[in-house]
């Protein structure tokens, strides 16, 4: 099978969804004048990529750029989608993937017909040391067209939270904008970055682009603490993969304890007040 990959940090998770003896071809769309490409434009230069590749299926990393790339690139091509998907397996029929639903309560497979697919995949879907052996692979610069860039992110500054090995996110009870400075703090103490749940995101306290959860980003550091942070299923949807979740809320009953490995209950200020003190 031959597998378009947009982005070399998925290979590995891209070639154990998919098995044995792939032909893998990277195709990264490269701006040309470094702007942010918009969706379109990303769409219309892998969709030439794909015609001349012949690649069966296009494999993206998930997160908010997929979700706006995905369906378009699948509209050109005129083949199956799926988003988020944590299982692809080539069948008779076309395709079978495994994607959660429901907030990420359940997973469920889903069967496609189409010959041809696109694919995103959630960061650490595959698991790195279940990469098979691939049968060759070849590299194809994607020139975007002229005139469809756009200058910038129109949801903000963008944050690398789906690479991020500790992330500290804030909530609600944060409380503004003052409170995600202070959370930086503990970020840059624990080389981490900041991200948040939404609500923080709509008041316009950070950008949107920070945001963890079901119609956010999906991640999974090694820590999470989740600060003042209820833990609704649209935010667990986003980061119950995490490896330690440590939970600081003033609310003994927040339903975020249930899902943390470590659980603060008092005044989130406080608590990072102490820890900052005592880290100097
Ligand atoms: C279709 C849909 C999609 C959604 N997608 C997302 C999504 O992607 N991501 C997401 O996060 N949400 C999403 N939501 C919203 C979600 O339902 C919740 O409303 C949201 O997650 C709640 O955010 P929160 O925990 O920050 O706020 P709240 O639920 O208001 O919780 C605030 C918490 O802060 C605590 N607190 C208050 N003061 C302090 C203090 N001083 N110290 C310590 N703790 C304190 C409180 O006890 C409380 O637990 C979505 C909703 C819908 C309907």
Not at 70 to 81: F, I, K, Q, T, W
Request: with cysteine; charged share 20%; net charge negative.
């Amino acid at each position: 099978m031959k597998v378009l990959i947009t982005d070399p940090s998925i290979t590995a998770d891209a070639l154990a969804l998919v098995g044995d003896g792939t032909e893998v071809v990277w195709g990264k769309v490269l701006p040309h004048s470094g702007e942010t490409l918009a969706p379109d434009a990303c769409a219309n230069a892998l969709a030439r990529a794909v015609a001349e590749s012949g690649a069966e299926l296009v494999v993206v990393p998930h997160n908010l750029a997929a979700e706006d790339l995905v369906p378009r690139l699948a509209a050109l091509l005129e083949c199956g989608s799926a988003l988020e998907c944590r299982l692809v397996e080539r069948t008779s029929g076309g395709w079978e993937i495994v994607r959660p639903v429901y907030g990420g309560a359940i997973e469920a497979r889903f069967a496609l017909t189409s010959p041809r697919l696109v694919a995103s995949v959630e960061a650490g879907a595959g698991g790195a040391e279940g990469a098979p052996a691939v049968e060759s692979m070849e590299t194809v610069e994607v020139r975007a067209e002229p005139g469809q860039l756009v200058a910038g992110d129109s949801r903000g500054e963008d944050v690398p939270l789906e690479k991020a090995r500790r992330i500290v996110a804030g909530g609600r009870g944060v409380g503004g904008p003052d409170g995600f400075e202070r959370l930086g703090k503990l970020a840059a103490l624990i080389g981490g970055v900041v991200a948040a749940s939404r609500p923080p995101c709509d008041s316009g306290w950070v950008p949107g682009s920070y945001q963890v959860g079901i119609t956010g980003k999906r991640v999974a550091p090694e820590i999470y603490v989740a600060v003042g942070i209820s833990g609704s299923v649209q935010h667990l949807a986003g980061m119950s993969r995490s490896k330690c979740i440590i939970a600081i809320n003033s609310d003994p009953d927040a339903p975020i304890f249930r899902a943390a490995h470590y659980g603060v209950v008092g005044d989130w200020q406080a608590v990072i007040d102490q820890v900052l003190a005592k880290a100097g």
